[in-house]
């Protein structure tokens, strides 16, 4: 069977890799991030959307703007099967539980999760009720808006570690959807900051949205120089928390502007 191609195949592919969203009933593909990369910020407005529409629907018909919050993010928990916070678990209890290069990736490959991994989730929760209620109680709009500009700016920025980085396991999800060109993530990287302008930028001021992107570029160069300190490569937990982590640091940026 030959393999489709174009943007609504890379697009379909983004949304089976990243959510559980349904994407009808085309064959399924090998996962390809150079593909991936380039239709993602397209994907990750589809797979935000209802759970950014869910918090300004709930705040706007008078929900208590954290309940609404709290809604919206075990939406955002479904709609992405739990992608970023296993991931963001996973690569806590690795990083920090282990001694040795060996015993951070025997950790990382265990679905259990310790207390590291407990924290880092607990705590990428709460920052995401917390702050967004915070602003869904004045401005349910803007909640909505920079909090998909941060969800697409977060999954898009997290493919720089494949893009710089080899893959440490020959058998893992990362290896086989293989390396992301650079040309590919530049492609993508435009997109997604090109959406938060016009996502967040009616929220928040120019400085703001600055400060956004240089959030995002120093959290991606720190967690990229950790990952190749730690276990001389990336895996797929390691890609997935950092879309975890630039998504709040650019949720972070923002709220102080809005």
Request: glycine share 12%.
């Amino acid at each position: 069977m030959t393999e489709e191609l174009g943007l609504k195949a890379d697009f379909i592919m983004a949304l089976r890799f990243f959510s559980r969203l349904p994407t009808g009933e085309t064959p399924h593909q090998v996962p390809d991030l150079g593909r991936i990369a380039m239709a993602l910020p397209l994907a990750s407005v589809a797979i935000g959307i209802g759970p950014a529409l869910l918090l300004i629907g709930g705040a706007l018909i008078g929900l208590p703007a954290y309940f609404a919050a709290a809604l919206a993010v075990g939406a955002m928990v479904i709609a992405s099967g739990a992608m970023a916070e296993d991931a963001l678990a996973d690569a806590a209890d690795g990083l920090f539980g282990g001694h040795t290069v060996e015993r951070r990736l025997e950790i990382m490959k265990d679905s259990r999760h310790g207390t590291y991994g407990v924290a880092a989730l607990c705590l990428f929760v709460l920052l995401r009720v917390t702050g967004l209620g915070a602003v869904a109680a004045i401005n349910p709009l803007a909640a909505g808006a920079i909090w998909l500009a941060a969800s697409v700016v977060g999954r898009s920025g997290a493919l720089w570690l494949p893009a710089a980085l080899p893959p440490v396991r020959r058998d893992g999800a990362s290896a086989t959807a293989g390396r992301v060109p650079a040309r590919s993530f530049a492609v993508g990287a435009v997109f997604s900051v090109v959406l938060l302008f016009l996502l967040a930028g009616p929220a928040a001021s120019i400085v703001g949205l600055g400060a956004a992107v240089i959030a995002a570029v120093v959290v991606i160069a720190g967690w990229t120089a950790v990952c190749r300190q730690m276990v001389g490569g990336q895996t797929g937990d390691l890609i997935g928390a950092l879309g975890a982590l630039v998504e709040i640091a650019v949720l972070t940026a923002l709220l102080g502007f809005v």
